[in-house]
């Protein structure tokens, strides 16, 4: 399965980086960093095809994509084993699911993930994943105590590849 993720400027970064590590400490629970998977927001997902085809599709849409912001508004939860943080859904967010959506379907006989398409799609950042129930309590506990609302600037997209993750193309967008 491919991914292409949406990555954020230096400073959101390090601040998403330091909520995790401060979750990991309190649970003990080190799936994220143990699978070298970098703080991202997921976007979308292709399965069955050749990273190139993908490249091919992607590049000309992604090439005139430019950087954005986001505010990050909320805290959730994912099948009570997976703590995020969730921005508002804006129209810079809707535009981009849109047409790298849009550009998928151009590629024959892909198959993509629902749960990852326009109005379908819940955008978020993992900070913990394959929490029991106590842990994930103990997350969200100190998450709440760290985290205010903010604002964030989408600067890179990737094509990424899962199982172990790794960035195979990265487009770095300009400002507007």
């Known amino acids: 399965m491919y991914l292409i993720s949406l990555y ?3 400073h959101s970064t390090v601040l998403f980086d330091s909520y995790q590590k401060m979750i990991e400490k309190q649970t003990q629970q080190f799936f ?4 070298n998977i970098p703080i991202h927001m997921t976007l979308a997902t292709v399965h069955d095809h ?21 505010e990050m508004t909320f805290i959730g939860s994912f099948a ?33 993930e629902n749960r990852y398409l326009p109005f379908h ?12 129930e106590q842990q994930l309590v103990m997350a969200f506990q100190t998450l709440t105590m760290l985290f205010q609302p903010f604002q ?3 600067t890179r997209i990737a094509l990424s590849c899962t199982k172990p993750y790794r960035d195979l193309y990265t487009w770095n967008l300009e400002d507007n």
């Open 152 to 154: 964030t600037k989408i």
């Open 121 to 132: 799609w819940q955008p978020h950042i993992t900070l913990a994943r394959k929490l029991d």
């Open 80 to 112: 009570r084993n997976t703590l995020f943080l969730a921005p508002i859904y804006n129209e810079y967010l809707h535009h981009l699911s849109t047409v790298i959506n849009q550009q998928i379907d151009t590629i024959e006989g892909q198959r993509k």
């Open 8 to 10: 954020f400027d230096d």
């Open 32 to 35: 994220l960093s143990q699978k």
């Open 50 to 70: 050749d990273e190139q085809v993908i490249f091919d599709a992607l590049n000309e849409v992604i090439s005139q994509c430019r950087a954005g912001i986001i």
